[in-house]
C-alpha cells in the first residue's frame, strides 16, 4: 500500500489508477479535526495509494482533484477525455 | 444510507463536519456510477438495464450516519462550485504554512 510523500506523484498515479478501470476505482476522503490531518485513497481494490497530510495548502489541491475526477467519471466516453486545467 | 439531492446532500455534509469538530472522523467516497439501483444475481445479468455514462455517487459518513448522493453530469458544475467552498469552509483545522518561502505567492522575505 503505498503511502506517497508529495502531493504530485501521488496525484499522477491516482488517476493513472482510475483511468485504467474507471468503474472499479473509488476516491476516500479521511477528516479529523481533532488532529488536524487529512488522509485521501484511491484504491481500485487491488492497489491501494494513499496521502497523508496536516497542511492547510493541501485542502486546496485535494478538492481540485475531485472536481477533476468528477469531471472524468461524468464525461461521456465517446469522446477522448483528457486532462484539462481549468 | 440515505440518498439525497445534491443540494441537501451538501447540507448534510456541512453539519457532518460541525458534529464532528470536537471528535470523530468525516469521511467523503466519491465513485463512478453507471445508474444500477438493483444488485446483479450470481449467473447472468439484470434485464432491461443499460449502464448510463454520465454519473458520479457521492458518499458521506462519520461514522454513524451515512448520507449519499448521485451526480450526473447536469449538475457537475454546480455541485463542483459548492462543494470546492465547503471543503476551504470546513477542513480549516489544518496547519498553515508560513515559513517556506512559496514561489505562487508573494511573500516579503525575512
Known amino acids: 500500500m503505498p503511502q506517497y510523500q508529495t502531493w504530485e506523484e501521488f496525484s499522477r ?7 485504467a ?4 476505482a473509488r476516491v476516500v476522503l479521511k477528516y479529523r479535526h481533532v488532529n488536524g490531518n487529512l488522509c485521501i485513497k484511491v484504491t481500485d481494490d487491488l492497489v491501494c495509494l494513499v496521502y497523508r497530510t496536516d497542511q492547510a495548502q ?15 467519471m461524468v464525461a461521456k466516453e465517446s469522446r477522448n ?3 484539462e486545467t481549468d | 444510507m440515505v440518498l439525497l439531492e445534491s443540494e441537501q446532500f451538501l447540507t ?17 467516497t466519491l465513485k463512478k456510477y453507471d445508474g444500477q439501483t438493483r444488485s446483479i444475481p450470481k449467473k447472468g445479468s439484470v434485464e432491461g438495464f443499460e449502464p ?7 458518499r458521506a459518513m462519520d461514522g454513524k450516519r451515512k448520507i ?9 458544475s454546480k ?3 459548492a462543494y470546492s467552498n465547503l471543503l476551504g469552509a470546513d477542513m480549516d483545522g489544518l496547519k498553515k504554512r508560513d515559513k517556506k518561502n512559496k514561489s505562487k505567492k508573494a511573500k516579503t522575505p525575512q
Request: proline share 2%; aromatic share 10%; with cysteine.
Open chain 1, 13 to 19: 498515479a491516482a488517476e493513472k489508477l482510475y483511468l
Open chain 2, 52 to 58: 448510463a455514462d454520465n454519473k458520479c455517487l457521492w
Open chain 1, 58 to 72: 493541501d485542502v486546496k489541491k485535494i478538492e481540485k482533484f475531485h472536481s477533476q475526477l468528477m469531471r472524468l
Open chain 2, 68 to 76: 449519499s448522493t448521485v451526480v450526473s453530469s447536469t449538475e457537475v
Open chain 2, 12 to 28: 448534510e455534509l456541512t453539519r457532518l463536519f460541525q458534529k464532528c469538530q470536537m471528535s470523530g472522523s468525516v469521511f467523503i
Open chain 1, 21 to 24: 478501470d474507471p468503474m472499479r
Open chain 2, 79 to 81: 455541485f463542483q462550485m
Open chain 1, 81 to 83: 477525455v483528457t486532462m
